[in-house]
C-alpha cells in the first residue's frame, strides 16, 4: 500500500514537470520557429537589396561592346544619329555611376541598356545600307 502511495506521488510530480517541460519545449520551438523565419526573410531581404544596388557592369560592357561593333560596320558613316545617341547614351550611364546610389545605378542600368539597343539598331542600319551599296550595279 505504502508503495502504491508512493508511485502515486512519484507519477503526480513527474506528470507536473514533464507538462512543465512540454510548455518550455513548445515557447523554445516556436521562438526558433519564429527566429528562423525572421532569419530567411532578412536574408532575402539583404539579398535582394545587394541586388538592387549593385552596379550594372555587365550593362555597361555591353553597351561599349555593341557601340565599338557598330562603329566596326561603318556606323560612324552610315548611322551618324544613332551612333551617337548611343554614345551619349552610355556617357549618361558613365556619370549616374559616378554619382553612385542605388537610384542612380537603377539609371545607370537602365541607360546603359538603351544604349545598347540603339547601337545595335546603328550596326543593323549600316551594315543595311553597306549591303545596298555593294547590291547596285556598277556603271
Known sequence: MLINVLDAKNRR????????FRGISQVIDRLCTGFLKCLCVTSVL???????TAPPVQEMSDARQAIAAAKEAGAEQLAVGQLDE????LMK????????????????????INAKKIAFEALLASRSARDAVDSEPAQ
Open 13 to 20: 510530480q513527474h506528470t507536473k514537470r514533464s507538462a512543465r
Open 46 to 52: 539583404g539579398f535582394v537589396a545587394a541586388c538592387a
Open 86 to 89: 548611343a554614345e551619349e547614351l
Open 93 to 112: 550611364a558613365e556619370k549616374y555611376l559616378e554619382t553612385g546610389g542605388s537610384g542612380n545605378f537603377w539609371n545607370a542600368q537602365q541607360a546603359a
